[in-house]
């Protein structure tokens, strides 16, 4: 057995041993612990990778190659940060009554199972099973949207899923097209969708067929990173579901699905010249980013705020890569993965901030929480200072590279638009933030929050800021190699 | 004389689409999904006679036994269960919904021509065809309120993706056809439960009702 497929085999043993029925403690030790050994599988893939060996399995069917081995690692931490923090977030939510024993070991095996997906995402070079991955991502995390079991959560999970198959057989009909533009080329087999098989013979693809399939492939794919206009099912699940799983459905979802929209845009790249799906990248990057900029000044919830600044970053990252630059690729990875280390805090304490005050709108937790629950409102405050690109932590410093490849290169119109819908989010994200943490506190609240304390939650949260603030200042020079490593796949350079 | 086999069930896949558009009775629509999914397992065996492809048999089993038969004979038992049969007023009425059909059907048959293989003979005519039930069903989606009516434009949209493959291609490989079978029936039987679940919360499942969440 190679240690790529012990990455993957990891999360499922844990997803199957989550759903016994055993006493709490060994359960919190078998979501924990499964989770860091795929997080150490992990980095030990990637450095396997690093060494320079390329990782595969069954015939190249899964492969590890720069662009995989970053996806990997920092979907991989994801899981780790998520099944930490669920020890938390369960034993409060038990303590309230709210989580049935049949429900948690629900969680137990969904939570694990989400992770093994988005790495087999990460890992697979075969479209078809790309797709597949992408699907059973879908899949999982309806039942978390609609873990609450509220109408609300309901509703969220259907528009979800509607919403997401959708999406995904328009996925599926560009990784068919994709497959027909290459017919009495590419073969048959499993061989045929190989991504490294298709790119090799890129030049000779069917054009039109080629351009169409890219198309439904961008929006699909598109519909699942949450692109503007297909992201409108990202604020209602981001409320309704939990925070373990919130922090999963942004990061390694979107990182997972932007693989994806890398892959075809690379075979396009290759195949019709940089100027076709990097245009068509570049103006769903910008659309998103302008959509979120309305619905971030008028939002009423603490997690729909974080969807729409997730559509900003997945439009800052599909900016990036659209732009075509090599200096704005590296913008965009690295963009990429100091959003993977920042949003875990952004998720754990607005989480917090939730169950303390027993709902997330703005309404119920009242102005002035900073009064009320100090350091959950003190680090949701951090949180909203890194994740809107402030110096001197990392998102600045990726999108000022983003910034000045663009206005380098041909776009300028298009990259000043970017910048001035950026300065309007950062100003109407700390608008809503300060309104809801340092507002005047009413004198007798309607409904008193809990009190805080240090428990496994917040213990993980505390954790998250450390690597969100630390992250800014250093970056481990193995993860740095994986980002450039990623640039040259993008870049198409060996 | 196989290629004017598969034109025609090609055609007949058509018309179920269509009659599914002029139809109201759940259980009706769900038999015209049952008999649309045994077509296309149809034009799967017939393709694979002609070009003497196993693998084909194999898909055309699965789409047969799986969309045949496993998916309608599970939303028939959940239309049961929660006790609604009829779908209300859709929000465009029939006769012009099978206008608006007709011109999508000119709009797919119009881009099936650009296609690699487009241009001549039968594969024009099922690309055509599949691009056509594809308008149509996310037309569905759009105009129609029940939850198990969506799920059928669902799974009208998917079946044209499989019909595209396997006039555009020979059908994909054997392995990723299985991975995708097996998704989409657990799409299914999930989207199963959530609709029980919403029955059990709305006593209705109308999903228009399903509209809280905005902004």
Known sequence: ?494 | MNQDLVILLAAGMLVTAYLMVGQKALFTAIRLYSLQSILLGGVAVVMGLSDHRAHLFASAGLTIVLKGVVIPWFLMRVIDRVGIHREIEPILNVPSSLLICLGLTVVGYRVSTGLAEGAQGATHHVIGAALSMLLMGLFLMVTRRKAVTQILALLTVENAVFLVALGATTGMPLIVELGISFDVIVAVLVLGVLVRRIVDRFESMDVSRLSKLKG
């Open chain 1, 1 to 494: 057995m190679t240690l790529l497929l012990w990455t993957l085999i990891v999360p499922v043993g844990t997803a199957l041993l989550g759903v016994l029925p055993v006493p709490r403690w060994l359960k919190e030790t078998n979501l924990v612990g499964g989770l860091a050994l795929t997080f150490a599988l992990s980095i030990a893939t990637a450095g396997r990778f690093l060494a320079g060996s390329t990782p595969t399995a069954f015939g190249e069917v899964l492969r590890v190659d720069g662009l995989s081995a970053l996806v990997l690692v920092l979907s991989a931490f994801v899981g780790l940060m998520s099944g930490a923090y669920s020890v938390g977030y369960l034993r409060r939510n038990e303590a309230r009554g709210l989580v049935s024993p049949w429900r948690r070991r629900e969680f137990d095996a969904l939570i694990p199972l989400y992770v093994f997906a988005m790495l087999l995402v990460a890992v697979s070079n075969n479209l078809g099973i790309l797709w597949i991955a992408v699907e059973l991502t879908t899949l999982v995390s309806v039942f978390l949207v609609a873990f609450h079991n509220r109408d609300t959560s309901l509703e969220a999970a259907w528009k979800f899923l509607v919403l997401g198959s959708l999406g995904l057989g328009f996925a599926l009909l560009g990784t068919v097209l994709l497959f027909a533009s290459g017919r009495g080329l590419l073969g048959e087999g499993m061989k045929g969708l190989n991504w490294t098989h298709i790119v090799a013979m890129a030049g000779r693809l069917h054009p039109l067929t080629l351009k169409l399939g890219v198309v439904f492939a961008l929006v699909g794919y598109g519909t699942k990173a949450g692109l503007a206009p297909m992201h409108t099912w990202k604020p209602d699940a981001y409320r309704e579901a939990p925070s373990p799983a919130g922090v999963l459905m942004a990061v390694g979802m979107l990182n997972g699905a932007l693989y994806c929209l890398l892959r075809f845009h690379l075979i396009a790249k290759a195949a019709l010249g940089p100027g076709f799906s990097g245009g068509l990248l570049l103006a769903l990057g910008l659309l998103s980013v302008a959509v979120a900029t309305p619905f971030i000044l008028i939002q009423w919830n603490l997690k729909r705020l974080l969807a729409y600044s997730s559509v900003e970053h997945v439009g800052i990252m599909a900016v990036g890569v659209g732009l075509g630059a090599e200096a704005a690729t590296f913008g965009a990875m690295l963009h990429m993965t100091y959003h993977t280390l920042a949003k875990p805090l952004s998720f754990f304490s607005a989480g917090t901030l939730a169950q303390l005050h027993s709902s997330s709108d703005f309404e119920e937790i009242g102005p002035g929480t900073l009064g009320r629950t100090p350091v959950a409102s003190a680090l949701f405050l951090l949180a909203a200072v890194i994740l809107t690109g402030s110096p001197p932590f990392g998102m600045f410093f990726s999108e000022m590279t983003i910034l000045r490849a663009g206005f380098a290169g041909p776009h300028v119109a298009a990259v000043a638009l970017f910048l001035s819908c950026l300065v309007l989010l950062f100003c109407g994200f700390f608008y809503q933030v300060g309104r809801l943490i340092l507002g005047e506190s009413p004198r007798s609240p309607a409904r008193p929050p809990q009190p805080e304390r240090l428990d496994a939650g917040a213990a993980v949260t505390l954790l998250a800021a450390v690597v969100a603030v630390l992250s800014a200042f250093y970056l481990p020079p193995g993860l740095l190699d994986l980002i450039h490593a990623a640039v040259r796949v993008v870049e198409g350079q060996p």
